[in-house]
């Protein structure tokens, strides 16, 4: 499968990391091997803790959100199925996901989030110079991310002792 998608979507070697819980088909020496030979990285979660992944877990609480999500069990395993597919189908190329800027995964896929940004970026700047009293000197972001990381390190800010008021 792997191979078959490195293939069909031409995915260069050292491209692609493949995150996977600490299961033992996705530890296990084939899978690995087959992952070196093809450039992939492996990455997995820490033993204990469900939450490494936050992308799944976005799509997991957009998914309990949706108001299409139906209140009773699925009447049967095709209904499921469906339902499921028709989320895959609006998650990726319709709904637009603020860590690449508002563009859907699809978008991005095929390269069409840079124009459709600087495009964003033309609107913001005329607005901005047709009433520059209504924005702030940071207006929002409408650069191409070019990386998008798994538990991205963020330094904390540091605190200033001498603010701090008596308790």
């Given at each position: 499968m792997l191979r078959d998608i490195c293939e069909r979507q031409c995915i260069p070697e050292g491209q692609l990391t493949v995150h996977s819980d600490n299961g033992s088909p996705m530890k296990g020496e084939t899978m690995l091997a087959t992952m070196w030979r093809l450039g992939i990285t492996p990455s997995r979660s820490r033993p204990s803790v469900s939450n490494d992944n936050p992308y799944s877990e976005s799509l997991?609480?957009?998914?309990?959100?949706?108001?299409?999500?139906?209140?009773?069990?699925?009447?049967?395993?095709?209904?499921?199925?469906?339902?499921?597919?028709?989320?895959?189908?609006?998650?990726?190329?319709?709904?637009?996901?603020?860590?690449?800027?508002?563009?859907?995964?699809?978008?991005r896929h095929a390269g069409l989030d840079g124009p459709m940004l600087a495009k964003r970026e033309d609107v913001y700047a005329a607005a901005r110079q047709a009433n520059p009293n209504r924005w702030s000197a940071t207006a929002r972001n409408w650069h191409p991310v070019n990386e998008v990381h798994l538990n991205p390190h963020t330094p904390k800010p540091t605190e200033n002792k001498n603010l701090r008021k008596p308790a």
């Open positions: 997991f609480r957009t998914l309990k959100f949706r108001p299409q999500l139906p209140l009773g069990p699925f009447t049967d395993i095709l209904h499921a199925r469906r339902w499921v597919t028709d989320l895959v189908h609006w998650y990726n190329t319709e709904h637009r996901h603020s860590a690449i800027r508002f563009v859907t995964p699809t978008q």
